[in-house]
């Protein structure tokens, strides 16, 4: 959420010092074009290769979730006051702040709070002035509010595909995710979702987090896109919830037909469009032998963990999300070594309130029980800063207000975090 705060407000700044600032991380990321798909597909085992994004392997039907129409080519027609044509926007804003703000909510029912978290990020860009003030003075300018969002999304995206770090860079798929809704309620589109097979392989350009919400993951195999990164929202989702993944596999929105045949691999990135019977049998042994492994270890989380000596090992879990809790007893953990609370100050930026810490913490420990849990208290300031606290620019912020440091420096919110722990314990 700071990044996004950061790079938004250097999407306010001037064109020379967007350079400026992007020239020192600089690169391009293309985009790949679409083209059309084929109609009919002749060749077998059409290999396509793309990023190790989520371990395991799939094989089920391809599920298209494509745009419902050209966002880039649709026609519009501005209204002929540029009033209504400022209003339009604004309605177009609440519309999705509200839309987002549903996907918040059932993220949060179905996967747990620290997903709906995200969403928290894409409505920050909606309150971002600067984000809203480029359309304003572009519908000015351009007479037209589609033109105008087309023109500010292009900088931005311009702006972030030069930016080498992959990191920084997947940060703008929330702003282009967010363009992309604000131009579907100007121009009053739905996104309809079709029925899906069980154990479908879900093809999109990007895996947005908007995604989760929107399909029944029970039914998703995997998920393969176009663009993107290992480091984006969606991507993260992915491997919390163990769906093999693979991005940036250029042309598989040309190449995918709805409904054939497809197998991935997550391990290594790899996707086959209506593979011939010896590969599907290969990754079906694969597939097996991989869930006899994993069935394996899970036989052996009972038993003591210990060296050959007869030593013994705690073996803890490292948590940051209530659904890695599943995870925890499904693979024997003896408890929580490191129960991560930071995640709860991102979502909220800034200090959670005692109340809604000792809810957590009390969800965690009621679920772990008898066994021990482990938590940090906030560690917060370098690479995880947070607004709305105070925290000074600083030339080294690794080595500067940070952890201890910064707790000690907000004595109230840190005594309210040790009084959630106690109470929870």
Do not use: W
Not at 140 to 161: G, H, I, M, P
Not at 239 to 252: K, S, Y
């Amino acid at each position: 959420m700071v990044v996004n705060a950061q790079l938004l407000a250097l999407m306010s700044t001037s064109e020379a010092k967007r350079a400026e600032i992007t020239s020192a991380l600089t690169s391009t990321t293309g985009r790949f074009p679409h083209g059309d798909r084929p109609e009919d597909r002749t060749e077998q085992n059409v290999e396509l290769r793309g990023i190790a994004t989520s371990r395991g392997i799939a094989i089920g039907p391809v599920y298209r979730v494509d745009d419902p129409v050209d966002l880039d080519h649709v026609e519009y027609f501005p209204r002929e006051s540029l009033v209504e044509e400022h209003e339009d926007l604004l309605k177009a804003l609440a519309e999705t702040r509200t839309e987002i703000e549903e996907a918040r909510e059932a993220s949060g029912a179905r996967f747990g709070p620290e997903f709906a978290a995200v969403f928290h990020t894409q409505i920050q860009i909606l309150e971002d002035k600067g984000f809203v003030e480029n359309i304003d003075q572009a519908i000015n300018e351009k007479k037209n509010a589609l033109l105008a969002l087309r023109s500010v999304l292009d900088t931005y995206r311009e702006t972030f595909e030069r930016i080498e770090d992959e990191y920084f860079r997947e940060r703008g798929v929330d702003i282009i995710d967010i363009g992309h809704r604000i131009m579907e309620k100007l121009l009053g589109v739905r996104s309809p979702v079709a029925p899906m097979q069980p154990g479908s392989v879900v093809v999109v350009d990007q895996v947005l987090a908007g995604l989760f919400a929107r399909l029944e993951m029970d039914q998703v195999a995997a998920i393969v896109a176009e663009h993107g990164g290992s480091t984006s929202h969606g991507a993260i989702f992915a491997r919390t919830l163990e769906i093999p993944a693979v991005t940036g596999a250029a042309g598989i929105m040309s190449e995918a037909q709805q409904g054939e045949d497809c197998i991935v691999d997550g391990a290594t990135g790899r996707v086959y469009l209506q593979p011939d019977k010896t590969l599907v049998t290969y990754y079906r042994d694969a597939q097996r032998e991989h869930k006899l492994a994993i069935e394996h270890l899970d036989a052996l989380c009972d038993r003591p963990a210990e060296t050959k000596n007869g030593t013994p090992v705690t073996l803890s879990a490292n948590v940051g999300l209530l659904n890695d809790l599943r995870q925890v007893d499904q693979h024997g953990a003896e408890g929580i070594g490191l129960f991560r609370t930071e995640l709860l100050a991102l979502a909220h930026r800034g200090f959670p309130s005692q109340e809604e810490q000792e809810q957590l913490y009390c969800r965690v420990v009621e679920q772990m029980a008898p066994r021990p849990v482990t938590i940090r208290t906030l560690d917060l300031g370098g690479d995880k800063g947070i607004p709305n606290v105070g925290m000074p620019g600083e030339e080294n912020p690794q080595l500067g207000l940070r952890s201890i440091r910064l707790t000690l420096e907000n004595r109230r919110a840190f005594r309210a975090q040790l009084r959630a722990i106690l109470k929870a314990s």
